[in-house]
């Protein structure tokens, strides 16, 4: 067979197969969308996290050790909703082990505090401009039968240096107090509904955070004037620190559920109001963020 003639037989095969192709049933697969990154909120007690848990749909449970995390949406946004437990290492823990495993675009962490502010009442909402881990310190030497002066310990940065925090040449830059900002972005949304609640005022202020739970006038007094605090809790500042050290955005909101410094007694349902304000401001910051 000829050079040409081969040619014209391959050719015409050729033509064949696409024709035979186009006859055949076919069925196109489109490429699978981006998936949206989830907003994680943070509440360490079930009255701080299952209310909101319940604004979503479509909800899953995972539990992590002390943390309880519910996966659903929000008009249609995949959020985590992530109940911490107590304090600051479960709520250190449950933020590493979300972030990891979720990946979240932001981090909301919110629930009930104690009042620092005397201008503040129960009720109203605290939006993290910044955050203090307020259980750091450093006591200066006192000898044995001189007690102990708690207004006069110096704050300690955990962080200032990979040296000790108490001795040796590090100890100096470690007197310092560590501040975690919030998100300006996170914090523009709350601003932006802040006129919608109406259960108190909302103001920008300091949250303190630390394994405490103080009843002493004086040592919130203390806390209020040295470090700038607005209220107190257990987890904000934990939360925050694992949050910059992943990059993830982060505001604490926090609501007084009671204010020693002007006699506000203890109300627990101002954590619900707490909630129904963060979803509020997380509608807003998911429609500002499209």
């Not at 749909?57 to 992530?82: C, M, W």
């Not at 605290?126 to 750091?136: D, F, H, L, Q, Y």
Request: hydrophobic share 40%; proline share 5%; glycine share 10%.
């Amino acid at each position: 067979m000829s050079v040409f003639r081969r040619i014209i037989v391959f050719a015409s095969l050729l033509i064949s197969a696409f024709v035979q192709a186009d006859n055949f049933k076919q069925v196109a697969i489109p490429a699978a969308p981006a998936t949206q990154a989830p907003v994680m909120i943070q509440g360490p007690m079930p009255i701080e996290a299952e209310h909101f848990a319940g604004l979503l749909d479509n909800v899953r449970k995972e539990q992590s050790g002390h943390a309880t995390f519910y996966l659903g949406t929000l008009n249609g946004y995949p959020i985590v909703v992530a109940q911490t437990g107590k304090g600051l290492e479960n709520t250190a823990a449950a933020t590493a082990i979300g972030i990891e495993r979720y990946r979240p675009r932001a981090i909301i962490n919110q629930g009930t505090s104690g009042g620092h502010d005397p201008s503040l009442k129960v009720g109203d909402i605290v939006i993290g401009k910044r955050s203090v881990n307020a259980s750091n310190f450093k006591t200066p030497f006192r000898a044995k039968g001189e007690g102990s002066a708690p207004l006069e310990w110096l704050p300690m940065d955990l962080l200032a240096s990979s040296g000790s925090a108490g001795e040796g040449d590090s100890a100096k830059d470690a007197e310092r107090i560590r501040y975690y900002l919030g998100s300006p972005e996170l914090i523009a949304a709350a601003q932006a509904v802040k006129h919608t609640y109406e259960r108190g005022k909302v103001v920008e202020g300091t949250i303190a955070s630390g394994n405490f739970w103080n009843n002493e006038l004086d040592r919130i007094a203390w806390l209020h004037n040295q470090f700038g605090t607005s209220t107190e809790e257990m987890e904000t500042a934990a939360a925050a620190q694992v949050a910059e050290a992943y990059g993830v955005p982060f505001v604490g909101i926090r609501v007084l559920s009671n204010n020693l410094t002007n006699g506000g007694h203890y109300d627990p349902t101002t954590a619900t109001d707490c909630q129904d304000f963060v979803q509020a401001m997380l509608l807003h910051y998911l429609a500002a963020e499209k």
